[in-house]
């Protein structure tokens, strides 16, 4: 895989340090405004990061997988370039100076890819992974991290977190980057392809249009491809099954599980903003546990009384920590933000041998 892959091209030591610019470096380096991208600066710049280090890599495994499929669906696609990004919390500006870095200051990594194909209107960078270690606070709880390892220079390293993706609008949408990221820590196979979540989403019948995302009945083909144990809660108009087990319960259980959870909901029509079944995927991973939590010892003191019999583990989360393809990685939501009437389904992968 290209986190792996020795480098191909240049190397660059940025300083991050005043009077760095993440919008001024990024509008001249990564052709403007990229969500996902300046998040992940923005990571770099909360974790006080002192370095960058940019390395021109080849394609390899995953990313060459993605080449080769984008070149069968366009044939004037082309690679533009791929970059290696990692983020250091030490200054750097040579060789020595890295090999004498401390591994623990690096917070992570990126690959960062152009694609170019004027049929198909692009040209423009994507976030193709990436792992960033989730904030150092105490409140905050991973248990689907697993390490990934990743080269910098000659140097090979291990970061631990869950890997994010972007789609690109040409053969991956949310569903297909929220199935990878999900899915390859699962499996232990980071090398895991989109052709190969393509191929088995649409089973029998040709691959096509990949970049409208996926159906709920494809993305099962997917996980059940991969041999990946799941159930899904299809909610809907279900109100019975919103009350019985709302999705933030739902939700949680995969993550408590360590392997992770997936949401679907829908989204207002653009110009309307009518509900016309459109609808995102975000991947769920870790969440935010809060042990002086007020509410659920109120519950029981001030507003149950004998009526409730526990308090679910849950009372005492406060977020779930998610990556979104179209805002970027390691995000938190409110456990309570998204409306019960929104959410359309909640997919949560079981460990082995769980019925």
Known sequence: ????????GAVEFVALDRPFSNFTFLEARYMGYSSPIHRLFSQARARSCLTLIIEVVEPAIAVLDEVKELTAIAGDYTLGALHRLSFWRVAIASDAELNAADAKECIGYALLKHDICPSLSADRW??????????DHKHNYTPCDKPVNFRVLNRELSVSGVLYGQQNGLNKACAQV???SLCANYLGNFDLTYSLINKLAFGDKPVTDPSKGLTTLQTA????GLGVNFTSLSYGKQEDLRKVLPYQRAVYSGIESATGSLLIFSLPDEETDVEKNRMHMIACFGHTFNEDTWAPTAEVAYFGADSIRYTP??????????HDDNVGSNLYIPKGYLKPE???????????GFC
């Open 313 to 322: 583990s849950d009372a005492w989360m406060s977020s779930f920590l998610v």
């Open 126 to 135: 994507h976030v193709f992974e990436s792992v960033i270690r989730k904030h």
């Open 342 to 352: 929104v959410v359309r389904h909640a997919i949560v992968l079981l460990p082995t």
């Open 221 to 224: 083909n997917v996980l059940n």
């Open 178 to 180: 929220g199935l990878r």
């Open 1 to 8: 895989m290209s986190r792996l892959a020795p480098v191909a």
